[in-house]
């Protein structure tokens, strides 16, 4: 099945000489939004041709908007309109004068020399991109279509974020399989043995926890800021890590020409022991991160990803099969009560959930009736 792949590039944009003019139409953008917002809640429209025969008109009379900005404007109500009111809110959206200003294929376009041309209260200016390496391949890559993009206004600087889609490669079949387990002491084990390391990970994280420990402590205004910029720097921090990590996976299924297996979480409060609830509650933000940076980087790779159930691939011996809690020493070590196998329990986990993608799903009480 293919899908439609999205991405979206955040460009950093050398504004200074159209500041003015900038700030101008984000705030009128947001002043047409808002009062467009406000007509159609109170005269319960949430038809995108109604509320364009409605508003039209108006908006560019009273905010002397250009067309295409006039119909972005009207496109951004309706939908916070609509999706206002599907969450069954009694209160009409309205947006601040900061808000993000939508741009389509009609009102902005690339120009040459990392240059976009964006329409504005007075007319087109056109702003140096300041692009990187990785955005401008990004942005140049062929594979990828441009569609809109959104002016941002971030940290007092102007940022253009570029959405782009491609239709996504097809899905190579395979039987082979590697399989991977996601666990606190390594951040993810494979069934090849490779390890990524939590080690690091670990660390930074205590780092950041004695600082805001330290900082809740003090309590003031400004050690609340600094607490706030620290959470950012973690979480971006977590997200480099991920990142990382997902991609190293999809590169190796990719050469190997096999497919990813990772254990299906959906409802996992049911079916593990505490302990193990415990492990992914913890950190599970960061898991869940982890989990949908390896599956969007497989789609876009062609890479099959698989979700197997995760009961018994902790306590199964992937040697002989016996299946039995005992076998798991603690959470670093496995050792079968059968035939004596050991291993770190991360690998062996991962081994298990490859066994489970490739056959058919693990049955309780291969060897002897397991306790779970
Ligand atoms: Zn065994």
Not at 147 to 155: C, E
Not at 185 to 205: L, P
Not at 219 to 232: D, E, I, M, N, Y
Not at 357 to 363: D, E, I, K, R, T
Request: glycine fraction near 6%.
């Amino acid at each position: 099945m293919n899908t439609n792949l999205t991405r979206t590039i955040c460009i950093k944009l050398d504004a200074s000489a159209h500041d003015a003019v900038l700030t101008a139409t984000m705030q009128t953008c947001n002043a047409a939004a808002s009062w467009i917002a406000r007509v159609c809640w109170d005269e319960a429209i949430t038809n995108t041709n109604t509320a364009h025969h409605r508003v039209y008109g108006a908006t560019r009379e009273r905010f002397g908007l250009a067309a295409q900005l006039a119909i972005n404007a009207r496109a951004k109500a309706v939908e916070a309109v609509k999706s206002v009111k599907a969450k069954k809110r009694e209160t009409c959206p309205q947006f601040g004068a900061r808000g993000s200003v939508r741009y389509d294929a009609r009102c902005f376009s690339f120009t040459p020399l990392d240059h976009v041309s964006l329409l504005t209260v007075a007319g087109r200016v056109t702003c140096r991109m300041l692009l990187g390496p990785r955005q401008h391949a990004m942005l140049t890559d062929p594979a990828w279509a441009s569609g809109g993009a959104d002016l941002v206004w971030r940290h007092h600087r102007y940022y253009l974020h570029v959405t782009q889609s491609r239709q996504a490669p097809d899905v190579t079949a395979t039987p082979d399989v590697i399989g991977v387990d996601l666990g606190i002491v390594n951040v993810a084990v494979d069934s090849d043995g490779q390890v990524f390391t939590g080690e690091q990970v670990r660390k930074v994280r205590a780092h950041y926890k004695t600082q805001r420990e330290g900082l809740q402590k003090v309590g003031t205004k400004s050690a609340k800021r600094k607490a706030k910029r620290l959470s950012g720097r973690e979480a971006r921090f977590q997200s480099d890590v991920n990142h990382c990590i997902s991609k190293a996976l999809v590169a190796k299924a990719t050469s190997a020409r096999k497919a990813l297996a990772l254990e299906d979480l959906t409802g996992i409060r049911d079916r593990i022991t505490v302990r193990r609830v415990h492990r992914y509650e913890r950190h599970s933000w960061a898991f869940y991160q982890l989990r949908t940076y390896i599956q969007y980087k497989a789609d876009n790779a062609g890479v099959r990803v698989t979700l197997v159930n995760p009961a018994y691939t902790s306590v199964t011996c992937p040697e002989c099969g016996h299946c039995a809690k005992a076998n798991r020493r603690s959470q670093a070590e496995f050792l079968c009560q059968a035939c004596g196998y050991t291993a770190n329990a991360d690998f062996v986990g991962a081994r298990n959930i490859q066994t489970v993608a490739v056959n058919q799903p693990m049955v309780a009480g291969a060897g002897t009736p397991c306790p779970q």
